[in-house]
């Protein structure tokens, strides 16, 4: 302690109490005082480029995820859309032979009815109860005595021809409310 207040006499006489201060924590006020700077620099470096390369790293994490949430969902959208425009092309055949038609085609039906099983998995109820309404349409439909070529053109002016119409409405809307809108 004694050779350290020699050496660092001028510095004490300036600075006063601090080498009362460093000698009681054992150091000399020089010693104290003394930084390297290039220390300090190497420090500041391996810190940004440690925080950089975190940045970087949790950037293209949450990227990447944000991309597989998107191709999933975008895969998920197409299956519905798959699903419905089976359905829509079975139940319009079916609707038609309904129309001209007195005896039921019951696997084109049951057809229909595997459609609908699959859309209960996929899509929202107001969809599968539109599309159960369409059946039921179909089923009335081959009740009905078979329609002339004059009343079918009549049906198809007045709108009574396209039982699909809300379905297809319905799709739409759903489409929409998960912001993929319709298919371009």
Not at 1 to 20: D, E
Not at 113 to 119: F, L, T, V
């Amino acid at each position: 302690m004694r050779l350290c207040a020699i050496r660092c006499a001028s510095a004490s006489i300036r600075k006063g109490g601090r080498q009362l201060r460093a000698e009681q924590d054992g150091l000399c006020d020089c010693q104290v005082l003394l930084m390297d700077t290039s220390v300090i620099t190497a420090l500041a470096a391996l810190a940004g480029a440690t925080i950089g390369g975190l940045t970087s790293v949790v950037a293209s994490w949450s990227i990447q995820r944000a991309q597989a949430r998107e191709q999933r969902l975008a895969s998920y959208q197409l299956r519905r859309q798959n699903v419905y425009k089976e359905f829509i092309e079975q139940a319009s055949k079916l609707h038609i032979h309904a129309l001209q038609n007195d005896k039921a085609d019951v696997s084109a039906l049951m057809g229909l009815y595997a459609e609908i099983s699959k859309m209960r998995v996929l899509s929202s109820a107001r969809v599968v109860d539109n599309a159960d309404q369409i059946i039921k349409k179909v089923i009335n439909a081959y009740l009905e005595p078979n329609k002339t070529f004059p009343e079918l053109r009549q049906m198809a002016h007045s709108g009574l021809i396209d039982p699909l119409r809300n379905f297809s409405e319905a799709c739409r809307a759903e489409s929409e409310g998960h912001r993929y809108g319709p298919p371009v």
